[in-house]
């Protein structure tokens, strides 16, 4: 796992042992990004269930104004595995050098949608897979009006059916 384009090109990043993480393929997140390339530049930009901060900080190397990181759900809260997590992410924003631009949040994410203030360009969730976390957030997020008026989200899932459903009936 690496950093792929901008300021950090070719930083290897650290990730956690074992599968309590998921970590996104860099074939995946360079397509990914190839899509929003022209979106990040000057962009804030939410990684809301960091794992390794990759995303984030992958948009931070690319140009993204602030980019904020946040790791602790109501389920790592439970079985203790964020805190791997987020020593994994402060090693892996000091191995970047973007610590000027990436805010990290050790708290739950509700906690962090409510204390952001400023509008959200991007905002990219993949959540601990089998929870309602996507709605959870997604919710949050308009009812704080988070987003910017031609803001993304983007949502990494095992389940679309589901979760455009659940998402459907915000509306």
Do not use: W
Not at 43 to 52: C, P, Q, T
């Amino acid at each position: 796992m690496r950093i792929i384009s901008g300021k950090s090109r070719g930083t290897k990043l650290h990730s956690l042992e074992g599968d309590t993480t998921r970590p996104t393929l860099d074939r995946v997140k360079e397509s990914l990004f190839n899509i929003i390339q022209n979106e990040i530049i000057n962009s804030n930009f939410l990684d809301v269930f960091s794992g390794s901060g990759a995303i984030g900080l992958e948009a931070a190397s690319r140009g993204a104004k602030k980019v904020i990181l946040c790791d602790k759900s109501k389920e790592a809260i439970l079985c203790e595995k964020n805190k791997s997590a987020i020593e994994i992410i402060k090693k892996n924003i000091e191995k970047t050098h973007l610590n000027n631009i990436v805010t990290l949040y050790e708290m739950s994410f509700e906690k962090v949608l409510d204390k952001i203030q400023n509008k959200i360009d991007i905002v990219y969730i993949d959540p601990p897979y089998k929870t309602d976390f996507v709605y959870e957030s997604v919710k949050k997020i308009i009812e704080k009006d988070l987003l910017s008026k031609d803001g993304t989200i983007i949502i990494e899932t095992d389940e679309e059916k589901r979760i455009t459903k659940q998402i459907e009936n915000l509306n």
